[in-house]
């Protein structure tokens, strides 16, 4: 199985601050990696897929880029709504396996 | 509008079976296929397994094959999985999932009580 390394755990940031978190891949993916937003009570969201192709809806504030086998989900001008847990999932080999999460916090 | 409306909440006793729904619209069943996702209370998301709805056809996850069995109705356009002999360890919530995670159901919450 693809191992998804995710980090940081937790960030806690201030609003307007730019944060990066990042996703190792144990193997090659080919850039099919998605980052999803995921509030409490609710479902995760689609934010970014095929490593940095914004999905509809989503500002502009939020993207991805990778080196190699490293993902990042970089988001600027944090706001407040920007409070959330983040996850990279691979879907390039089955079965498919997601990182640990990322909770963000802003201060 | 692409939707995945999934069953209610379920209550199941050790060593039951649940079966949880998803209902797809808005667009043709066949064209793409069901994922189905756990989260366990406070952690994060495994990958259960896939059904193709068209040729019903299934992958699992290797340590949910003795566990989860999914299923499909294309009359209904419904996907299915079932829980079975429930422990503590499948208190969770399901999600079903397609095209790749452009789609989420809102998932459903399996709580395993006696």
């Known amino acids: 199985d693809i191992q998804m390394t995710q980090s940081p755990a937790s960030l806690s940031a201030s609003l307007g601050e730019t944060v990066t978190i990042e996703c190792l891949a144990s193997e090659d993916i080919y850039s099919n990696l998605a980052w999803y937003q995921q509030k409490p009570g609710k479902s995760p969201q689609l934010l970014i897929y095929?490593?940095?192709s914004l999905q509809d809806g989503v500002p502009s504030r939020f993207s991805g880029s990778e080196s190699g086998t490293q993902y990042s989900l970089e988001i600027n001008s944090l706001q407040s709504e920007d409070a959330a847990t983040y996850f990279c999932?691979?879907?390039?080999?089955?079965?498919?396996?997601f990182g640990a999460g990322t909770k963000l916090e802003l201060k | 509008e692409v939707q995945l409306q999934q069953s209610g909440p379920e209550v199941g006793r050790p060593g039951s079976s649940v079966k949880i729904s998803c209902k797809a619209s808005?667009?043709?069943?066949?064209?793409?296929?069901m994922n189905w996702v756990k989260q366990s209370p406070g952690q994060g998301l495994e990958w259960i397994g896939w059904?193709?709805?068209?040729?019903?056809?299934?992958d699992y996850a290797e340590k949910f094959k003795k566990k989860a069995t999914l299923t499909a109705d294309t009359s209904s356009s419904t996907a299915y999985i079932q829980l079975s002999s429930l422990t503590s360890e499948d208190t969770a919530t399901y999600f079903c999932?397609?095209?790749?995670?452009?789609?989420w159901g809102q998932g459903v919450m399996v709580t395993v009580s006696s």
């Open positions: 999932v397609c095209r790749d995670g452009f789609y």
């Open positions: 999932q691979q879907h390039h080999d089955y079965p498919y396996t």
């Open positions: 059904i193709d709805p068209e040729y019903g056809s299934t």
């Open positions: 808005g667009y043709t069943f066949t064209d793409y296929v």
């Open positions: 095929d490593a940095s």
